[in-house]
């Protein structure tokens, strides 16, 4: 069974940096793309970054580029998001997730627990 395992959340002060990081398990993960998604209360969850197999390749939601930076290690079959210059808005609980590619990425597996990302005014 695929597990994902998202932490390094936290409460942070507007401009504020967090560094976020999911632990993947049960699948062969340097065959995947991977994903960071977002859901705040009441919304739908949107996709935020992400990272091609090789982890040569990225992609970006306008909202975080320039602040968001997506990488991976797949030695230790983790893919890190390092936040930074955070905003208000950028409260959300996140995800991680796998794919096909940085540009069709959906999530194939099952949601982990999520990490709570809060960013006070």
């Known amino acids: 069974q695929v597990q994902l395992v998202e932490s390094g959340g936290g409460l942070v002060q507007t401009g504020g940096s967090l560094r976020l990081s999911c632990a993947a398990s049960?699948?062969?993960?340097?065959?995947?793309?991977m994903g960071w998604f977002r859901q705040a209360p009441g919304k739908e969850r949107e996709f935020v970054a992400a990272i091609s197999w090789h982890g040569g390749g990225t992609y970006y939601a306008d909202s975080v580029k320039g602040r968001f930076t997506i990488s991976r290690d797949n030695a230790k079959n983790t893919v890190y998001l390092q936040v930074t210059s955070l905003k208000p808005e950028d409260t959300a609980a996140y995800y991680c997730?796998?794919?096909?590619?940085?540009?069709?990425?959906?999530?194939?597996?099952?949601w982990g627990q999520g990490t709570q990302g809060t960013v006070s005014s």
């Open positions: 997730n796998a794919g096909r590619s940085p540009q069709a990425m959906s999530g194939l597996f099952s």
């Open positions: 049960g699948l062969a993960f340097s065959s995947y793309a």
